[in-house]
């Protein structure tokens, strides 16, 4: 009996993030609110208190379960570029560190097709006024990101500190537009490109990125 209820209450929480992961993708966290959740998890506002206790922890689990794989992978990959790079006396390579950082990203959309509206609701966290869901994702995304920095350094020694910064921003602003693009079931506008495979996206966008990055200095640094 006690499996059994146990086996219940897994199953009502994970309902519940699945509910909030889709109306947070739609709507957006401040537009979201409990009684819609409850009533579209089919549960009652209390059992939302019960398992999650407030708004605020309810996005952190929505987030982290998604997000957590990403920063390990991305952690893991970055480790092995910079480990190959002083094996073999080198720089690390511009397009192997934004493949590191990019793909696992979009490897979501290949694992479930629920998991899209991760995408969206990444993509909205860097675009939109409200900071609740871009503060979790920065709380998580900055060890991995602070690696990138630091490797990309070393790629760019002729880059000054602040363009090095300003491009690789830029690389997030790119990486959070396409992540909205491949998960949403509605393209942004009409211009939008027509619906392609992850490993298309991310050879693109990492063509894309990395001509940026290498572009010259404005400053005359490079």
């Known amino acids: 009996m006690a499996d ?10 994970t309902r519940i993030l699945d509910e909030a992961e889709k109306l947070f993708a739609q709507n957006g966290f401040k537009n979201t609110s409990i009684s819609l959740l409850a009533r579209k998890a089919r549960v009652n506002q209390a059992a ?12 952190e689990q929505v987030i982290s379960r998604r997000i957590s794989p990403i920063d390990r992978q991305r952690m893991a990959n970055l480790q092995t570029i910079k480990e190959t790079a002083i094996l073999q006396g080198r720089q690390p390579a511009i397009e192997d560190l934004l493949q590191a950082y990019i793909e696992p990203a979009f490897i979501l959309t290949e694992t479930a097709p629920g998991e899209k509206w991760f995408l969206v609701i990444a993509g909205r966290a860097f675009s939109e006024p409200d900071e609740t869901i871009r503060n979790v994702f920065i ?11 630091a490797l990309m350094k070393e790629a760019l020694p002729g880059l000054s500190e602040a363009v090095l910064r300003w491009r690789l921003h830029f690389v997030l602003g790119a990486l959070s537009h396409a992540m909205r693009l491949c998960g949403s079931h509605r393209p942004p506008v009409a211009s939008a490109p027509p619906p392609d495979t992850t490993e298309t996206v991310v050879k693109h966008l990492v063509a894309f990125l990395a001509t940026g990055m290498d572009a010259p200095d404005d400053a005359g640094n490079e």
């Open 4 to 13: 059994t209820h146990k086996t219940k209450q897994s199953d009502t929480k």
């Open 48 to 59: 939302v208190n019960y398992h999650f206790g407030s708004k605020g922890t309810l996005v």
């Open 139 to 149: 709380r998580h995304f900055e060890p991995a990101f602070l690696l990138l920095v």
